[in-house]
């Protein structure tokens, strides 16, 4: 099922997310949808509270950059309560852009490599060690879980000039091939 994405402005999208426990209800049907979701609007990626709900899982799938970079074509993993273990000092600076924040894409500093604990679906864990642009995915979706956002990390000058943007976004004055929901 495709669910509306929420768009900046609504709360949930500055909010903590929660950890899920083991009973969570439906937790495949729930990934299902977000997969469905984050295709329709063809992204690579998608965290939990750009459907409304504060909980930690998130999704993502780079094999639409597989043509382009075959390494990283199938990089298809679903994370449930992650937990950022390690980040390196080196960081490295690339484009990216939102579901949440359509029609912006700046360019974000991120730690190069990175050590991530999650559970799968069936709640085995997992240590994921990521680098280059898969790190750079997986941080951006973990944000969100943080209540953090890419633009928060653009420099004051970008963010004053991103300003008007961001707030057309708010009011609903945005443009998008999917469904939205607006604070
Ligand atoms: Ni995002």
């Known amino acids: 099922m495709i669910l509306p994405i929420f768009t900046y402005g609504n709360a949930v999208l500055r909010k903590i997310a929660e950890p899920i426990t083991i009973d969570y209800p439906k937790i495949n049907e729930l990934i299902d949808n977000m997969f469905d979701t984050m295709y329709h609007a063809e992204g690579v990626g ?14 993502i799938d780079l094999f639409p950059l597989k043509e382009d970079n ?13 937990q950022m273990l390690e ?3 080196d960081e490295v600076t690339g484009e990216e852009g939102c579901l949440s924040v359509p029609g912006i894409h700046e360019s974000v500093s991120r730690a190069l490599k990175i050590k991530i604990k999650y559970f799968d679906t069936a709640f085995n864990e997992h240590i994921g060690v990521f680098e280059g642009y898969k ?7 973990y944000d969100h879980l943080e209540g953090n956002l890419f633009t ?6 970008r963010r004053q000039l991103l300003k008007s943007k961001l707030t057309n976004i708010v009011k609903g004055k945005t443009s998008t091939s999917y469904k939205i929901k607006v604070a």
């Open 70 to 82: 075959p390494e990283l074509g199938d990089f298809k993993v679903a994370m449930i309560n992650p």
């Open 152 to 157: 928060d990390k653009v420099s004051p000058i």
């Open 87 to 89: 980040m390196s000092e």
């Open 46 to 59: 998608l965290a939990a509270p750009q459907i409304g709900l504060p909980i930690r899982v998130l999704v």
């Open 135 to 141: 790190a750079r995915v997986v941080q951006h979706e």
